[in-house]
């Protein structure tokens, strides 16, 4: 995954208010100590939280993206680790006071894996432990994103992104063309999001242990034709 997005991921998350998300979480884990930020991609939150004072260590499943998040710490001469994890099977890692994971990492674990998934996270955090994290809601997946097109065209990179809904599952195909002196290298990769309904998420957290409140990209209270979940459940 991400292995040719990966070189310009930061590029194209200019519009993601990482301040904002930043502070919000800096509220929900005061008086936490360690934890983990799994998604991490290019470790931009990860960097965020050390910088904060937080013990964090940044988990990816993609090779690519945590060369990026290694290479972002090194050049701010923070001590992160990083290691290669995928969400839908985490194993068995030391216990700590909280996890997160920002900007659509759960759209990946498979419907049938949620449970699962969740409650080998209540098992990982210590008691009155914190778990945040966030995914494209419904309605973005199949009213926003849906069987639309979308593309870019900057100076070294042009991508167009063609989605193909089906049930409840996204299919996105980038097609990259990157700029090589006078011609462009072709690239393609294909990604699938997963649709999880809030009240599908509200109860495999419940089932699991969680205590849950959700909310919005704005950080307010969910409604259904939001685009982004974040959920914030305690131990």
């Given at each position: 995954?991400?292995?040719i997005?990966?070189?310009?991921?930061?590029?194209?998350?200019?519009?993601?208010?990482?301040?904002?998300?930043?502070?919000?979480?800096?509220?929900?884990?005061?008086?936490l100590?360690d934890?983990?930020?799994?998604?991490?991609?290019?470790?931009e939150?990860?960097?965020?939280?050390?910088?904060?004072?937080?013990?964090v260590?940044?988990?990816d499943?993609?090779?690519?993206m945590?060369?990026?998040?290694?290479?972002?710490?090194h050049?701010q001469?923070?001590?992160?680790?990083?290691?290669?994890?995928?969400?839908?099977?985490?194993g068995?890692i030391?216990?700590?006071d909280?996890?997160?994971?920002v900007?659509d990492?759960?759209n990946?674990?498979?419907p049938?894996?949620?449970?699962?998934?969740?409650?080998?996270?209540y098992a990982?955090?210590?008691d009155g432990?914190?778990f945040?994290?966030?995914?494209?809601?419904?309605?973005k997946l199949k009213?926003?994103?849906?069987?639309?097109l979308f593309f870019e065209?900057?100076e070294?990179?042009?991508?167009?992104?063609?989605?193909?809904l089906k049930?409840?599952?996204?299919?996105m195909?980038l097609?990259f063309?990157?700029?090589q002196g006078?011609?462009?290298k072709?690239?393609d990769?294909?990604?699938t999001q997963?649709?999880h309904?809030?009240?599908?998420?509200?109860?495999?957290?419940?089932?699991?242990?969680?205590?849950t409140e959700?909310?919005n990209?704005?950080?307010?209270?969910f409604?259904e034709s939001?685009?982004?979940?974040?959920?914030?459940?305690?131990?």
């Amino acid at each position: 995954m991400y292995e040719i997005l990966s070189k310009y991921y930061d590029g194209l998350m200019t519009d993601f208010d990482y301040d904002a998300y930043e502070a919000f979480l800096a509220g929900k884990l005061t008086g936490l100590t360690d934890g983990y930020d799994m998604a991490c991609g290019s470790g931009e939150m990860t960097v965020r939280l050390k910088k904060r004072g937080f013990d964090v260590a940044g988990c990816d499943v993609s090779p690519e993206m945590l060369e990026k998040a290694v290479g972002k710490a090194h050049r701010q001469r923070l001590n992160i680790p990083f290691f290669v994890c995928d969400l839908n099977n985490i194993g068995t890692i030391k216990k700590r006071d909280f996890v997160t994971a920002v900007c659509d990492g759960f759209n990946y674990v498979r419907p049938n894996n949620l449970s699962k998934v969740f409650s080998t996270i209540y098992a990982l955090l210590n008691d009155g432990g914190v778990f945040v994290f966030d995914i494209s809601s419904e309605h973005k997946l199949k009213h926003v994103l849906g069987n639309n097109l979308f593309f870019e065209d900057n100076e070294n990179l042009t991508y167009f992104w063609q989605n193909s809904l089906k049930g409840d599952k996204v299919k996105m195909e980038l097609t990259f063309f990157e700029k090589q002196g006078d011609s462009y290298k072709r690239s393609d990769e294909t990604e699938t999001q997963y649709v999880h309904k809030a009240s599908e998420i509200a109860a495999a957290l419940k089932g699991a242990g969680f205590k849950t409140e959700f909310f919005n990209e704005k950080f307010k209270k969910f409604n259904e034709s939001d685009n982004r979940l974040v959920a914030v459940a305690k131990k």
